[in-house]
T-cell receptor, first 111, second 111 residues
Framework: SQQGEEDPQALSIQEGENATMNCSYK?????LQWYRQNSGRGLVHLIL?????REKHSGRLRVTLDTSKKSSSLLITASRAADTASYFC???????????FGKGTRLHILP | EAQVTQNPRYLITVTGKKLTVTCSQN?????MSWYRQDPGLGLRQIYY???????DKGDVPEGYKVSRKEKRNFPLILESPSPNQTSLYFC??????????FGSGTRLTVV
């Protein structure tokens, strides 16, 4: 399968803690993106990291990319109840602009 | 407001009755794509289009048709819907190689 694989599939943490989700892929990529999806709604683009970048920040989000290991991680610091959602990694392969999504990590923030 | 608009949001239909789900974007994006989302299977690409009059099959194109006669519109056509096409459908668009903007989704039930 060309799909990315997220790990873990589900994660429950206390509000205020940091949440880390990982994504692995199998092919060389142009860039990797992370999306959030609230239940039954459309995906919202969070952050994009290009293949020549190693780390990127956006507010409470930190994304790393290790192209040698074909993996990425998304860190959400100081989690809030509103962060409860599913998070998907997606990547664009080098050979074309097709985007491949992983199956997602369900994050639940406990009050 | 920059957005991808899908219609309808909800649709219940009977097996074999042709239907069209519309998708329109106002951002002048070249790339548009259709996905279906099913529990445990994540997002799977149905068709995509890299520009006007250019469409390509994604991972699960069987039973679907698309057209891209104008840059802003990318309708999804089910000529003869079947119950296994019951799913949550998303349209998305992007400037090539960048983050995607998703529509709010169409929940289709085929009975």
């Amino acid at each position: 399968s060309q799909q990315g694989e997220e790990d873990p599939q589900a994660l429950s943490i206390q509000e205020g803690e940091n949440a880390t989700m990982n994504c692995s892929y199998k092919t060389s990529i142009n860039n990797l993106q992370w999306y959030r999806q609230n239940s039954g709604r459309g995906l919202v683009h969070l952050i994009l990291i290009r293949s020549n970048e190693r780390e990127k920040h956006s507010g409470r989000l930190r994304v790393t990319l290790d192209t040698s290991k074909k993996s990425s991680s998304l860190l959400i610091t100081a989690s809030r109840a509103a962060d409860t959602a599913s998070y998907f990694c997606a990547f664009i392969m080098n050979r074309d602009d097709k985007i491949i999504f992983g199956k997602g990590t369900r994050l639940h923030i406990l009050p | 407001e920059a957005q991808v608009t899908q219609n309808p949001r909800y649709l219940i239909t009977v097996t074999g009755k042709k239907l069209t789900v519309t998708c329109s974007q106002n951002m002048n994006h070249e790339y548009m794509s259709w996905y279906r989302q099913d529990p445990g299977l994540g997002l799977r690409q149905i068709y995509y289009s890299m520009n006007v009059e250019v469409t390509d099959k994604g991972d699960v194109p069987e039973g679907y048709k698309v057209s891209r006669k104008e840059k802003r519109n990318f309708p999804l056509i089910l000529e003869s819907p079947s119950p296994n096409q019951t799913s949550l459908y998303f349209c998305a668009s992007s400037p090539q190689g960048n983050g995607y903007t998703f529509g709010s989704g169409t929940r289709l039930t085929v009975v």
